[in-house]
């Protein structure tokens, strides 16, 4: 003879431990997917940065007024004429976050299984390019 209660009790704890699992299978997945992208998502980034600060050293008819050096996994960002003229973005590929000053940016899985750059302090999405767009702003601006 079973009552009710047992089979709903029951049934709901088949149904946590079947979530459980599909979550497990999905973080799983994700961390397949962000350790498969970070390389070329770090590179796409660093290529980003050097190209907005070419872009914005043109506009300023200085050909070095902001240049990107690569160093490992740290790309430094180094602003001419400035008593602070180093700024360090570091790629960490363990946690899959960039780090600069100011800010950190961390790669996300996003619906559809792509990935992208979020803040890590909220929910802002970025490409690689609008990354590179803010990190050498507030460099130029710094100064």
Known sequence: MSSDWAKRLASDKKQQIESRQLQQEKDL??????????????EAVCKAMDQAAKQLSNEMNDPEHITAYRIGPQLVLIRRK????????????????????????????????????????????????????IEVERVFKSG
């Not at 997945?29 to 770090?42: E, T």
Request: glycine share 10%.
């Open 82 to 133: 400035s008593s602070t003229n180093q700024y360090p973005v570091e790629f960490d590929p363990g946690t899959w976050t960039i780090t600069t000053q100011d800010d950190s940016y961390c790669l996300k899985v996003m619906d559809g299984n792509g990935v992208a750059w979020g803040h890590s302090a909220g929910s802002e999405i970025y490409t690689e390019k609008e990354v590179a767009q």
């Open 29 to 42: 997945s994700d961390r397949k997917m962000l350790q498969a992208h970070s390389g070329k998502m770090w």
